[in-house]
């Protein structure tokens, strides 16, 4: 059965059987902390989706000396959930479609057709993706998730409940 606010005993206005049942308080909010984690070099650091996160600006032991960060993310997927792979899905690279119609065999009869042929029936071939539509597609996905992100983060973790049943 789930848990639900009908099936649990609490009195009206009891704060703390709230903040028992529940894990926050009438005046909060329910995201939490969780733990800190220092990102060593070398290291990665896996968490779920399903929590925020905050990256912490840093400074250089050494203001003299030149140093960086590099942040790099993995979308993991869940292994119960089957994903295609590249030996499924064929290549989508407008440049490796490109190159390999240049470089077909002498004896092929596509490399008997004018360039400028060659050219359009490369151009009118679906399913490829330039770089720079790539890269376009790449900041949509990204501006997408981000508003994503947003929307879930007000929603999940920044309203404030109220247990007054009146």
């Known amino acids: 059965m789930a ?16 903040e028992k049942i529940w894990g926050f308080t009438r005046s909060v909010g329910p995201a939490r902390f969780q733990s800190r984690d220092r990102a060593r ?13 905050q990256v912490s600006p840093f400074a250089l032991v050494d203001p ?18 089957r994903i295609p792979s590249t030996s499924e899905i064929p290549p989508q690279q407008e440049h490796w479609a490109q190159a390999a119609m240049a470089t077909s065999e002498a004896s092929s009869a ?6 400028e042929i060659r050219q359009m029936v490369a151009r009118s071939t679906e399913g490829f993706m330039s770089e720079a539509e ?33």
């Open 64 to 81: 003299t000396k030149s140093g960086h960060r590099k942040t790099m993310a993995l979308l993991l997927v869940d292994p119960e959930h």
């Open 3 to 18: 848990v639900t606010s009908f099936n649990l005993p609490y009195e009206q206005s009891d704060g703390k059987a709230i």
């Open 41 to 53: 070099s070398l290291r990665c650091i896996a968490f779920p989706n399903i929590y925020q996160h």
């Open 110 to 115: 596509f490399k008997l057709l004018p360039p």
């Open 134 to 166: 790539a890269k376009d597609y790449r900041l949509s996905l990204t501006d997408e998730r981000t508003a994503f992100v947003g929307v879930q983060d007000k929603k999940w973790f920044c309203t404030i409940y109220n247990f007054c049943e009146h």
